[in-house]
């Protein structure tokens, strides 16, 4: 199963960004998506996720400013990302956990870098 993420850029601090990830290949069943980053020297964290029935898991630190949602039947997940701050920037990754072939899979997408800066 291979992701890939897009929509990463520049944006000023105060700013929005949506990044999506679609998932592709024989894929039976995804039940978690989720958007991880990885900042210069610091350790890759949870941003968001979303099961497939809907239920989401946020970070503190974008608790009211991000918004992860899923189309379950495209598989797509998208990150909205408002109200964007400066220790936002990074390489966002999204995250993919289903069944693919009668076996479980554990996927990551390349990488989408956004940067925020005036």
């Known amino acids: 199963v291979q992701l890939q993420a897009s929509g990463g850029g520049l944006v000023q601090p105060g700013g929005s960004l949506r990044l999506s990830c679609a998932a592709s290949g024989r894929i039976f069943s995804i039940n978690a998506m989720g958007w991880y980053r990885q900042a210069p020297g610091k350790q890759r964290e949870l941003v968001a996720a979303v099961t497939s029935g809907g239920i989401t898991n946020y970070a503190d630190s974008v608790k009211g400013r991000f918004t992860i949602s899923r189309d379950n039947a495209k598989n797509l997940v998208y990150l909205q990302m408002n109200s964007l701050e400066p220790e936002g920037a990074a390489v966002y990754y999204c995250?993919?956990?289903?069944?693919?072939?009668?076996?479980?899979?554990?996927?990551w997408g390349q990488g989408t870098l956004v940067t925020v800066s005036s």
């Open positions: 995250k993919a956990q289903g069944y693919s072939g009668g076996r479980e899979f554990v996927s």
